[in-house]
């Protein structure tokens, strides 16, 4: 579905390029996750995706045609929810709606149901500041559905909550892309997580990137917590964390 091809890019301040001739790849319903040091470039990915940043050279192919002549191909949902405090959560998710001016009638029915499938119908007329964290990113994860792509955008969407939120979180999520049939694009910096949610975790290596180790988790679709302590699950994560601690050190 979602293709980089041999795409380099480089920053106007920086005087080397981050991507030299850079490819990845996710096939249609894939959860895929990417994961690297610090810097390495995981959220210039998605900036690249989303249209912020244009490569200098290659190519970015949603679903085989170039994303420059696509539009809501892709839903973006970034590390803090962005919900706007003076608005209702129903309102919250129905903005991606109502930007692309569709009925009202359609976008509260949409915005209801998609409340309902994340388990906060019951509060469509509260406001942000009445959610936990946890229900707040639930709410973010209503409204990045709502935008109508099969393709979404996770950008470390976990990383600021307590770990029993986040370990509830993940186990959610997996649950909601098993029922979607979205293809999904993971930004993390926990191994472990990305071990958890991914059928696939690319790693990003070389400074610049010119390649992504690729790793695939020998997980089935369906699965809970106890898998992580397989022997081949265990061994996965040692080795994805020499990898980025030895990228971390170059």
Not at 48 to 55: A, F, R, V
Not at 93 to 121: D, F, I, N, Y
Not at 192 to 218: D, N
């Amino acid at each position: 579905m979602l293709k980089f091809e041999n795409v380099t890019f480089t920053y106007k301040e920086s005087h080397e390029p981050i991507f030299k001739e850079m490819s990845l790849r996710a096939e249609r319903g894939s959860f895929v996750s990417i994961i690297g040091a610090s810097g390495s470039g995981k959220t210039t990915i998605f900036r690249l995706l989303n249209g912020l940043e244009q490569p200098d050279a290659g190519m970015i192919t949603v679903d085989g045609t170039p994303i420059s002549e696509l539009s809501h191909y892709a839903s973006y949902m970034p590390q803090q929810d962005l919900l706007f405090p003076w608005l209702t959560v129903e309102k919250n998710v129905m903005l991606p709606m109502t930007v692309q001016k569709l009925p009202k009638a359609e976008c509260k029915k949409k915005a209801l149901e998609m409340l309902e499938r994340v388990g906060l119908s019951e509060w469509a007329g509260h406001y942000p500041k009445e959610l936990s964290g946890g229900m707040r990113q639930r709410a973010s994860f209503a409204r990045t559905l709502c935008a109508g792509s099969d393709l979404l955008l996770l950008d470390e969407p976990f990383s600021a909550l307590d770990s029993i939120t986040r370990i509830s979180l993940q186990e959610w999520l997996l649950k909601q892309w098993s029922e979607l049939n979205k293809t999904v694009l993971f930004i993390t910096h926990d191994v472990e997580e990305a071990i958890f949610l991914s059928q696939r975790i690319l790693v990003l290596t070389g400074h610049p990137v010119t390649g992504l180790r690729e790793f695939t988790v020998p997980l089935p679709k369906a699965r809970n917590r106890d898998m992580l302590l397989q022997p081949d699950i265990a061994q996965l994560k040692e080795e994805l964390i020499a990898l980025l601690r030895s990228e971390a050190k170059e």
